[in-house]
């Protein structure tokens, strides 16, 4: 097993899972979750794929960090500074905010429109990360068959979300 390899090849899938549950991109979380597996890596049994095990530390390090981010702002601010830094921190206006989630809205809505197969498809390969690969055998066809269903999900997509585009 090449440790190098494998971390490349799951470096994106680590920053996705970071920036679901904190909502921030965080290069400190990246560095600890690939410390904790270097530092783990005897303990890795290829059992099961090694793109789980590093996703479920990935997982852990973000459930971690928000919980002492939470504890020490719960511990550590007074009401002002709490107010002063909601402020300080808020990069988008409300109008914005309001708008980036409606668009959100309209894109799930439009993925849970999909036919059952076209939406499995994207969401193993765009939303979780699978590569075509492993969202075949997870489908149990073949990995054309994947490939033209990303393909026609897409296609289907962009047509009901034209006016994102």
Known sequence: MDFNEL?????????NIIRLITKQDNEDLEQ????KAWKNKERYEERGSFKSWINTIAKNVSKDYLKSAYFKSEQN????????????????????????????????CAIDE?????????????????TYEEAAKKCGCPVGTI???????????????EDLI
């Open 7 to 15: 971390i490349k090849q799951n470096k994106n899938n680590v920053k």
């Open 147 to 161: 490939k033209s269903r990303i393909f026609n999900a897409k296609k289907e997509l962009a047509v009901k979300l």
């Open 77 to 108: 601010s007074t009401s002002e500074d709490i107010v002063l830094t909601s402020i300080k921190d808020k990069k988008m206006s409300p109008e914005d905010k309001v708008t980036s989630i409606e668009r959100k809205r309209r894109i799930i």
């Open 32 to 35: 600890e979750v690939y410390i």
């Open 114 to 130: 999909l036919k059952p197969k076209l939406k499995e498809a994207i969401m193993l390969c765009d939303i979780e990360g699978f």
